[in-house]
């Protein structure tokens, strides 16, 4: 690769927002996404033309456009991300004279329940295990899958999953968790939308918010809500009425501590997750026993959907 000697020339600043402007395709989302303010990014996206020499992007009145150059350098910068963040990993591991660490990356619906339980199997209370673990969105984790940043990951999928290892991928219906006393909450099998239509419904900010706008369900007095996590919806139903509408993954953490009724909503499509682990690592026998217990947790949340499925 011809960059390989370059890209000593360029601040770690600098590089990052470059890969944030690709995965994002504009300079405001990259400024939002590393939390800098776009007059910032364009100045370091401008340093970074300049000490590469030529145009990596062509502006446009909606985003810009990666030039060949920038898709090539990227694949580069990527490659460089992955070896520092394996290289700081290993020197912290090697600080500590320790090899018994977790470095973990999930979104919340993973973080209830699953996560918990696959430590607890661990026993890591009996152990001196280091655990980093980080709550995050589905693109941030994705991200770190890619540089290196973590070594598992569980993620809310929308695309196809690309530079990463996947350990584990699943879809499994959204669940709609039926307040106690409800009117729907005396029949146990799944839910169409039309039936829900009279109430309002707290629906999920992906592809239950499309589905909801796309159905021709009428309106009335209730309009849906949309919400950023499954967590949010539920409490929400909890303060404020509504019929949330949850991954799996939540609503099995809430219906062992909430009066309810749990049911699958069938014409809304499925909830796409994955377990992820980054391409070159050297995953220690920590990380594949914390791997195993995770995907027998998630396989626990598969079993009780099936039981679900049955009382239809």
């Known amino acids: 690769m011809i960059f390989v000697n370059q890209i000593s020339m360029f601040t770690h600043n600098q590089l990052k927002v470059f890969s944030a402007i690709m995965q994002t395709g504009s300079v405001s989302a990259a400024g939002r996404r590393l939390n800098l303010s776009q007059p910032s990014v364009s100045r370091l996206l401008s340093d970074l033309e300049r ?21 090539e350098f990227y694949q580069e ?10 290289l700081d990993e290993v020197a912290t591991q090697i600080a500590r004279k320790d090899r018994g660490s977790l470095s973990i990356a999930t979104i919340t619906a993973a973080s209830l ?3 918990p339980q696959a430590l607890k199997r661990l026993n890591i209370a009996e152990k001196n295990i280091r655990i ?14 890619r540089f290196g940043a973590m070594r598992t990951g569980f993620a809310y ?22 307040p106690e006393g409800h009117p729907l909450s005396a029949d146990q099998g799944a839910l169409k939308l ?7 419904i707290i629906g999920l900010r992906n592809e239950v918010e ?22 949010a919806a539920l409490t929400l139903c909890k303060t404020c009425g509504g019929l ?6 939540t609503a099995c953490h809430w219906w062992k501590g909430n009066k309810g009724q749990p049911r699958i909503v069938e014409d809304l499509p499925l909830y796409r997750f994955a377990v992820v682990e980054p391409i070159g690592i050297n995953a220690s026998q920590i990380d594949r026993d914390f791997q195993d217990c995770l995907i027998e947790e998630i396989e626990r949340v598969v079993s009780w959907i099936k039981r679900l499925r049955e009382k239809n």
């Open 51 to 71: 000490e590469f020499g030529v145009p990596l992007f062509r502006r446009r009145s909606k985003g810009v456009t990666p030039l060949p150059e920038a898709e």
């Open 77 to 86: 910068v990527e490659r460089n991300f992955l070896a520092l963040a394996n």
């Open 113 to 115: 329940d699953i996560v």
């Open 132 to 145: 980093d673990w980080r709550v995050r969105s589905s693109n941030w984790i994705l991200d770190y899958a």
């Open 157 to 178: 999928v929308s695309r196809s999953l690309k530079e990463m290892n996947i350990l584990y991928e699943g879809s499994l219906p959204h669940v709609c968790f039926v």
């Open 194 to 200: 039309d039936q829900m239509a009279p109430y309002q």
């Open 210 to 231: 499309s589905a909801l706008s796309l159905s021709d369900l009428p309106v009335g007095e209730h309009p849906p809500v949309t919400v950023e996590t499954s967590l």
């Open 244 to 249: 949330p509408v949850v991954d799996a993954f």
